[in-house]
């Protein structure tokens, strides 16, 4: 017998999970935000409730199993445009139960627990589950949170990008797209290690500060900015910068007054299509910050040091390493000279 037939003679006696050891066996089950999910095989019909979910599934390459899309901040990433265009948008906010349900899924992957969870202001897990339905939340929103606090839910630990590659892997797992999740970790930890030096090799002032500004109810309301251990917090932390808002909340809102007494050097500003509240709008943060009397006074208005960041970045997302670069790149034009 030659040395061929013989290999192959030896890869006949071993099982093909061995030989492609990637492959998902179905059924999959696999613990998700606290709760174990089921997945009987590849999904073929997919609603994402959330931006995350939804590019991460493009990036993955199973755009054709994703029938339905909601809750949209920015645009969708210019590469993906052709691609989005050919699948329904159900809602740019969030959508209701049925309207979720008439699309036939096999899966829902949300991008927030508040949206399905314990009390999904779109359903239950519970709900969907009952209906035959899988569920998936992306573990940035409840690896190192508790979502059980109300509003955005507060940071038990710091974020880590960890997070994102986990949730990344996990969907090329349920999808049996493994080499796809590998490729897209792998680029996006690139980017990531490449802002980083960036920001380090800038060697920016001791004590540099900053505050993440997401959006306000209304001109007289207190705004909603970052918390220490969000996303926001990542990246000032990666970058050196000093966030002065030292809440464990995922969003608090906190008076103007508070931060310009603060006064930091930096303001990163929410860019979003979303119109729930009126300070999403880029424009109208822009307005407030160069004319309430409060808040043009800060160092970061007069000096013209203010960032404009897509909001989706802001959130925990594989857009929160886009984000990581426009805050490098941003930084490199600063001037901190008073």
């Not at 994102?164 to 349920?174: N, S």
């Not at 822009?286 to 009397?293: A, G, I, Q, T, V």
């Amino acid at each position: 017998m030659d040395i061929a037939r013989t290999a192959l003679s030896i890869l006949s006696l071993i099982p093909a999970t061995s030989v492609l050891a990637n492959a998902t066996e179905y059924p999959l089950s696999m613990m998700n935000c606290g709760r174990e999910i089921h997945v009987s095989s590849a999904p073929e019909r997919t609603v994402t409730i959330g931006q995350s979910a939804t590019e991460i599934l493009y990036a993955l390459g199973v755009e054709d199993r994703v029938v339905g899309t909601s809750v949209w901040f920015n645009p969708v990433l210019p590469k993906f445009r052709d691609i989005n265009a050919n699948i329904e948008r159900i809602a740019d906010n969030d959508p209701s139960f049925e309207a979720v349900v008439n699309k036939k899924p096999e899966l829902v992957a949300a991008q927030y627990e508040w949206h399905v969870g314990p009390t999904g202001s779109v359903a239950t897990r519970d709900q969907f589950h009952d209906l035959g339905i899988a569920t998936y939340i992306m573990p940035a929103d409840c690896d190192t949170k508790n979502n059980a606090t109300g509003g955005d839910g507060t940071r038990t630990a710091a974020f880590s990008t960890d997070s994102i590659y986990k949730g990344i892997h996990e969907l090329a797992t349920i999808f049996d797209v493994q080499q796809a999740g590998k490729a897209l970790v792998d680029d996006l930890e690139s980017r990531e290690k490449k802002a980083i030096s960036t920001a380090r090799s800038l060697n920016l002032p001791d004590d540099v500060s900053a505050v993440f500004w997401f959006s306000s109810p209304d001109g007289s309301s207190d705004p909603y900015v970052a918390g220490r251990l969000g996303a926001p917090g990542y990246m000032m932390d990666k970058l050196g910068i000093r966030n002065v808002i030292q809440s464990d909340e995922e969003w608090p809102t906190v008076g103007w007054e508070s931060i310009a007494q603060a006064d930091p050097d930096i303001i990163v500003v929410a860019r979003m299509d979303r119109r729930r509240y009126a300070a999403d709008s880029l424009e109208a943060k822009l307005d407030f910050l160069h004319n309430d009397p409060v808040a043009r006074q800060m160092s970061a208005v007069q000096h013209d040091r203010i960032i404009e960041m897509d909001a989706h970045a802001m959130s925990a997302t594989m857009r929160t390493i886009f984000g990581l670069e426009t805050l490098a790149d941003a930084l490199s034009s600063l001037s901190f000279a008073q």
